[in-house]
């Protein structure tokens, strides 16, 4: 089918206490390992894209391949831009058909975040196009962000129920509620009375950032508590080198490219599966199809 909104499938995900998973994509063969692993578990999925990895490949050819995948399969597929700043990139994902984006202007102190959000907003908005927008700081490093360990602020409610009434359309929200993007160096301290005041007070879908390295528990008390889309980047970007590694392991005489192809989307598939089934999305295809 073709791509869809995310914001109805999130609320609807929300509503049925289980969350949608957010892949990073690298290129062609991991957006098939996310779309394939999401099909084979009759699930919803969105794949979306940092903005390195469309500096590399441009807007069109990633918009091309996700759209032909969405058009084999019968599952609900969205196709978003994780953290971005930048306006020119938006417009770009806009122009090619992302059907959501993210504004993360988190770097800024509350005015100028909600200032500079409501211009993406207002931009995607006029598109059609959802969008996603982040409170506090979250910590670690994703793309070309980093926020040290000491610099990662927890959104402040009072903070995130103004942001949402001033911005009341948007897709989903991500407020840093103690996740942290890339390795967890210790045990993630998340803020789950926090989560659970910002959902109830701004009924909003929540964005769970740093998905790789929690726990099956802290996954399901953090979709229980409102989290309705968790991103999972590090570990996709791990088993796409290990892949390939593994099978140089196994059969160090390997000379053709296919079989290492083969072998890296299987190993990507895999832990997407095994996210999709941990997060609930397994059979929800027709449902989250029919909110869409
Ligand atoms: P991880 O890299 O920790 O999986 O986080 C991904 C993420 O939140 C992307 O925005």
């Known amino acids: 089918m073709p791509l869809v909104p ?25 957006a098939r390992a996310i779309v394939d692993g999401a099909t084979e578990l009759n699930a919803p999925i969105i794949v979306q894209v940092s903005v390195k990895t469309i500096k590399l490949w441009g807007h069109q050819s990633i918009a091309g391949w996700v759209k032909s995948l969405a058009g084999e399969t019968h599952i609900p597929v969205a196709l978003h831009l994780d953290h971005c700043k930048d306006l020119a990139v938006i417009q770009g994902c806009i122009d090619a058909g992302w059907t959501s984006v993210m504004y993360d202007g988190s ?6 975040n909600l200032a500079r959000t409501r211009e993406a907003y207002d931009l995607a908005r006029n598109a059609g196009v959802g969008l996603e927008a982040e409170i506090g700081a979250i910590g670690g490093t994703e793309d070309d962000k980093f926020v040290a360990e000491d610099e990662a602020i927890l959104a402040k409610v009072d903070e995130c129920v103004s942001f949402c009434e001033a911005l009341p359309d948007l897709a989903v929200f991500a407020p840093a509620i103690g996740t942290a993007h890339g390795e967890y160096k210790g045990e993630p301290k998340i803020a789950y009375d926090r989560l659970e005041k910002i959902v109830e007070l701004t009924g909003m879908p929540i964005a769970l950032h740093g998905g790789t390295g929690l726990t099956e528990a802290q996954f399901h008390r953090c979709i229980c508590s409102g989290c309705a889309k968790v991103n999972i980047s590090t570990m996709h970007k791990k088993r796409f080198i290990d892949g390939f590694i593994d099978l140089r392991g196994r059969d160090p005489r390997q000379k053709e490219p296919i079989p290492f192809i083969q072998a890296q989307y299987e190993a990507m598939k895999e832990d997407v599966r095994d996210m999709v089934e941990t997060f609930g999305g397994t059979g929800r295809a027709e449902e989250a199809a029919a909110a869409a």
Do not use: G, T, V
């Not at 109805?8 to 049925?16: E, F, N, V």
């Open 6 to 30: 995310m914001k109805p499938m999130l609320r609807q995900a929300q509503a049925a206490k289980y969350a949608i998973a957010a892949f990073n994509m690298i290129d062609y063969n991991s």
């Open 107 to 112: 770097a800024f102190p509350y005015e100028e």
